[in-house]
């Protein structure tokens, strides 16, 4: 029966990885720095969709109905809302409530409203809840064909805002992770070719005596997956802190957004690293090594 | 069993280097392969060993035919074949039995019994107090009598020396070759590479002559001058 030992292709990996230090240490850096760029990357999509889906939940419209309307027609106005199929409770929010309810938001600053109470700038305005976002078009249709509306703002506007800026974000990171990403294989290849290259009287040797090209390979694609699993390790750290730092700030800034804690995503960050960093390092040895263990 | 059948090779950058050889060499058999530089020894040896394919003709080993060796089969294919180079190439940081324990661990040989092999390798040779001595702390003939025992180490059927006393002096290279005879007496068939007459003429074998990628000369005892 065949019997190799796992101890010789793994002394052998650690072995090419000390021999080449300089170059070794440059793969994982850069292969970190990869890691960090994705995971920074993803992070901030996936904080993106969840601020997304509490959007969605909002099915809020806002209607502002013009300044020079008066109180009959804000009641007709309110009328004609609430004759649109599909929508469900309106709430009328007068300008002097609008003030009122700012003067609270800005707390011990409120007093600067005070000024505006004689000649309010607000609009009158109604809330309204639709219930199915189906018709959410249609509702916008109608209220567009209402006279005496100033602006209608929703919540649809800002998560189509936040989704366009999620597509720029991710087109611009996939061209700079694509492009990463090759660099992280290049800088690979040429340690483990170092690597190989150092043990070239070594492989020929193996060669005559008939070992297989398996077993020539093995301790090389090990190495890069060292430096995979080295890169992804300290790529994780670096995530970890960074992003509760950025967390701590952002959460002292911006109250609406919702930040993911890292405690929910750090499983999932910690083998994803893994995964792509392990992968990376074997593709890179993988191609380094064809020409060197053909017959 | 060594068999080559209108063997040509011509190397990508046009150099014709063997221009269809023919010979057959039995089991157990002692040869010598003679000739100038660049008549076309080494690319013998290249065949042989399946470092390169022959352009056209057929080379069987053992009832292998080279030309139809898939990738995969090559290692297996060269367990048959044991290689002496000029060089030795030992591993410098390795002793003598660590050399020849490498063979063997490299062809996935369970542990005991190359504990058990290696020793009797090293013996046969006759270094076994040298086992733990490095390539540097060696001389030349000992380094190619490690060379040797690292060779035998997978009981090939064939040993290939490629010039084995090129780098070592008259009377080691003696020894060289009577260890070589020795071992051809215990069965193996022996291919000795080789431009040194007086030692060809010496052992009165079998000398294939290879001249301008031909065999020119095929016969029992000494060189032609």
Known sequence: ?295 | MIDFTNVVKTYPNGTVALNGVNLHIDDGEFVFVVGASGAGKTTMMKLLLREEKATSGTITVDDTDLSKLSYFKVPYYRRKLGVVFQDFRLFPKKTAYENVAFAMQAVGTPSKKIKRRVPALLNTVSLGEKANSFPHEMSGGEQQRVALARALANNPKIIIADEPTGNIDPKMSLEIMNLLLKINKLGKTVLVVTHEKDLVDYFQQRVIMIDGGQVSDDRVGGMLE
């Open chain 1, 1 to 295: 029966m065949k019997q190799y030992r796992p101890t010789y292709f793994i002394g052998q990996a650690f072995a090419g990885l000390w021999r080449n230090g300089v170059m070794s240490f440059a793969s994982i850096a850069v292969l970190m720095s990869c890691l960090v760029v994705l995971g920074s990357f993803s992070l901030l999509v996936a904080n993106i969709n969840v601020n997304l889906e509490d959007l969605g939940l909002m099915n809020e419209i806002v209607v502002f109905v013009k300044k020079e309307a008066s109180e009959s027609e804000i009641k007709s106005i309110e009328r004609e809302i609430k004759g649109i199929p599909y929508v469900g409770e309106v709430t009328r929010i007068t300008a002097d409530e609008a003030l009122e309810q700012m003067k609270e938001q800005a707390g011990e600053d409120g007093y600067l409203y005070d000024m505006m109470q004689d000649d309010n700038p607000l609009l009158d305005s109604f809330i309204l809840e639709y219930v199915d976002g189906a018709h959410y078009s249609d509702i916008m249709y109608n209220l567009g064909q209402i006279d005496g509306i100033d602006t209608i703002r929703d919540q649809r506007s800002l998560a189509n805002t936040m989704q366009s800026l999620k597509n720029g974000i991710m087109l611009i990171f996939s061209w700079f992770l694509v492009v990463l990403f090759i660099v992280s294989v290049f800088v690979i290849i040429n340690t483990i070719k170092l690597s190989v290259y150092s043990r070239k009287s070594e492989i020929s040797i193996m060669r005559y005596v008939g070992a297989t090209g398996a077993f020539i390979a093995l301790p090389f694609v090990i190495e890069g997956a060292l430096i995979g699993l080295t890169s992804s390790m300290l790529a994780f750290l670096v995530e970890y802190f960074l992003y509760g730092y950025i967390q701590k700030s952002m959460e002292n800034v911006i109250e609406i957004v919702r930040i993911i804690p890292m405690s929910e995503v750090s499983v999932v960050v910690f083998f994803g690293f893994a995964a792509v960093g392990i992968l990376t390092g074997i593709v890179g040895s993988t191609i380094s090594l064809s020409k060197y263990t053909r017959n």
